[in-house]
């Protein structure tokens, strides 16, 4: 029997969770994990579940493209925030018969967009919702929706999935198993990013231009910021794949109205969601080059097993361990929506100077 959440890689518990869950589902799910790891997917792929009778392909079809009648999207108003006008028009809406289905699904893919303001009007729906009504919120942490918001939803938590389990799933999709190996292991336990980045050949280059940050670091300042603009410069190639698709989108749409000015900002949150996961990614391989540092000089095992052992003795075990801290706070810093070349050029500063 065709499942469905075939072809979602990873994240077998949960999927078999929700599927045990479709039967009598929660009044309100929130999907929390790291970016790209498919928490979006899997949502949709419930709603789904939730929507449409077992062997249904069109219906499946259906939902997938958006296009069922008793799944509604809410997406953010424009770049940046849900508001509290769309929190109005869901709870209107909510409270309707549904048009084809059992039940209605409310999918916020961007929930953590949604303003303090919003969530307090979708408060009492998420309270006493209609017994045919399902909210799906999908944020990269319950921190980012007010307490009283996620204290109503049954968190279910997505994490990184094993490199082993997505270079697999590329190969059976028919990338070649070098490539394969090298997008899941640049793109960190997150397919969706591995996805984007199985057809790009320079995935390579970007790993290696991030692991070659600790013999490039100087100490002088205008060096840091010259790295750090070639880093996130490096990262515009992989986005080629996105491009496209946005593009082909677009090609389809009509060239205005409403409907066009919110594809176009869905575009652009898209763009900057992948631009943030590709710096965290290349952060996390620079992470990972002073994790190696020091596990080789204990004779542990390292990741990069392409690194060259004198790599790795270039610095001290104690100081690769904070330098290796300092990486990852950096991810903090994009998190707070610090500039990209900013954060990366004080990084460097920092590193080349720490004892």
Same mark, same amino acid.
């Given at each position: 029997?065709?499942?469905?959440?075939?072809?979602?890689?990873?994240?077998?518990?949960?999927?078999?969770?929700?599927? #045990?869950?479709? +039967?009598?589902?929660?009044? *309100?799910?929130?999907? /929390?994990?790291?970016?790209?790891?498919?928490? !979006? @997917?899997?949502?949709?792929?419930?709603?789904a579940l939730l929507l449409c009778d077992a062997g249904d392909r069109g219906c499946v079809r259906r939902v997938a493209a958006g296009v069922h009648p008793d799944l509604i999207g809410v997406e953010p108003d424009g770049r940046t925030s849900l508001t509290v006008e769309q929190a109005?028009?869901?709870?209107?809406?909510?409270?309707?018969a549904p048009v084809e289905a059992a039940r209605k699904v409310f999918l916020f893919e961007e929930a953590g967009l949604m303003t303090d303001d919003a969530a307090n009007t979708l408060l009492k729906t998420l309270e006493e919702p209609t017994p045919t009504t399902v909210f799906l919120l999908v944020a990269e942490s319950e921190d980012e929706l007010p307490p009283t918001v996620a204290s109503r939803c049954r968190s279910v938590f997505f994490g990184r999935v094993p490199d082993? #389990?997505?270079? +697999?799933?590329?190969?059976? *999709?028919?990338?070649? /198993?070098?490539?394969?190996?090298?997008?899941? !292991? @640049?793109?960190?336990?997150?397919?969706?990013?591995?996805?984007?980045?199985?057809?790009?050949?320079?995935?390579?280059?970007?790993?290696?231009?991030?692991?070659?940050?600790?013999?490039r670091l100087t100490g002088r300042p205008g060096e840091a910021f010259l790295l750090a603009a070639e880093l996130v410069e490096a990262a515009e190639p992989l986005l080629a794949g996105l491009t496209e698709r946005q593009q082909a989108e677009a090609d389809r749409a009509d060239d205005e109205g409403p409907a066009a000015r919110a594809m176009r900002d869905r575009h652009d949150r898209e763009r900057r969601r992948a631009l943030a996961a590709l710096h965290v990614t290349g952060l996390e391989i620079l992470a990972s080059w002073y994790r190696d540092a020091a596990a080789a000089q204990f004779g542990a095992p390292v990741r990069n097993r392409d690194l060259a052992p004198a790599q790795l003795t270039t610095v001290s075990p104690a100081a690769a361990v904070g330098?290796?801290?300092?990486?990852?706070?950096?991810?903090?810093?994009?998190?707070?929506?610090?500039?990209?070349?900013?954060?990366?050029?004080?990084?460097?500063?920092?590193?080349?100077?720490?004892s």
């Open positions: 029997m065709v499942s469905a959440f075939d072809g979602v890689i990873g994240h077998r518990q949960v999927l078999a969770m929700l599927e #045990e869950d479709a +039967a009598r589902p929660a009044q *309100a799910y929130l999907f /929390a994990g790291p970016s790209s790891v498919g928490k !979006a @997917t899997v949502a949709r792929r419930f709603a109005r028009r869901t709870v209107a809406r909510a409270v309707l082993g #389990e997505i270079t +697999a799933a590329l190969v059976n *999709a028919g990338i070649d /198993a070098e490539q394969a190996a090298r997008a899941a !292991a @640049t793109a960190g336990g997150r397919p969706g990013l591995a996805e984007m980045l199985a057809t790009r050949p320079e995935v390579a280059a970007y790993r290696a231009a991030w692991l070659g940050v600790p013999a330098r290796a801290s300092r990486v990852l706070q950096t991810i903090d810093s994009l998190d707070a929506n610090q500039r990209p070349e900013l954060a990366l050029a004080a990084l460097f500063s920092d590193l080349a100077t720490s």
